[in-house]
């Protein structure tokens, strides 16, 4: 959809795309909390194997991220939408 076919002005327009990418970076960023970061603090659950071998940790870090990486979708989705009504006036 270009700015022609929805109505709105080229500034309009700017505006929410730079409000829509800067969105995007901030919750991508977000979501490298739980996927990278929660690997490193392994020292209570690094010595529990499970299905052959695998540590637990890796597990509970990976459901972790899936998690909050769903939450994410739904936030982004409800912010979007927030600013669709606002900003483009639909």
Known sequence: MGNGESGVSEEVFKEYWGKMK???IVM???WTIPAFW?????GTTQHIRILGG???HWFFAGFVAVVFGIALIFIYAIIMDKWDREILGK
């Open 22 to 24: 800067t969105l995007t």
């Open 28 to 30: 991508l960023l977000l």
């Open 38 to 42: 929660m690997h490193l603090p392994v």
């Open 54 to 56: 695998i540590p637990l």
